[in-house]
Nanobody
Framework: QVQLVQSGGGLVQVGGSLRLSCAASGGTFNTYTVAWFRQAPGKEREFVAAINWKDGSTYYSDSVKYRFTVSGDNAKNMVLLQLNRLKPEDTADYSC????????????????????WGQGTQVTVSS
């Protein structure tokens, strides 16, 4: 199965933008659903966005909809998460995850169907 390598993230001011990337190593995303989750200190991990690689369907949490965009780059075998109009409450460690099983993409917002996880990257939004 694939391994995931993340890049991007960092410190940005309120209203700014960042882009996170999640690259597949040792395989391709052809049959995968790839999602982004985040976890802030003292809080539970929460779903952010997901993309079904097969048909390009995308899914978002209400808190990021219309601000974040998830997309796939076939040529680079990579999933991107564009974060716009960032807010302090977006501060968290962001992780990408990939899964390919009968529970996905239907259970896209649950963390348990995803078998492979990236190393995580910190996003900090300063006010």
């Amino acid at each position: 199965q694939v391994q995931l390598v993340q890049s991007g993230g960092g410190l940005v001011q309120v209203g700014g933008s960042l882009r996170l990337s999640c690259a597949a190593s040792g395989g391709t995303f052809n049959t995968y659903t790839v999602a982004w989750f985040r976890q802030a200190p003292g809080k539970e991990r929460e779903f952010v966005a997901a993309i079904n690689w097969k048909d390009g369907s995308t899914y978002y949490s209400d808190s990021v909809k219309y601000r974040f965009t998830v997309s796939g780059d076939n040529a680079k075998n990579m999933v991107l998460l564009q974060l716009n109009r960032l807010k302090p409450e977006d501060t968290a460690d962001y992780s990408c995850a990939a899964g390919a099983n009968r529970y996905l993409p239907a259970r896209y917002s649950d963390s348990w169907p995803y078998a492979v996880w990236g190393q995580g990257t910190q996003v900090t939004v300063s006010s």
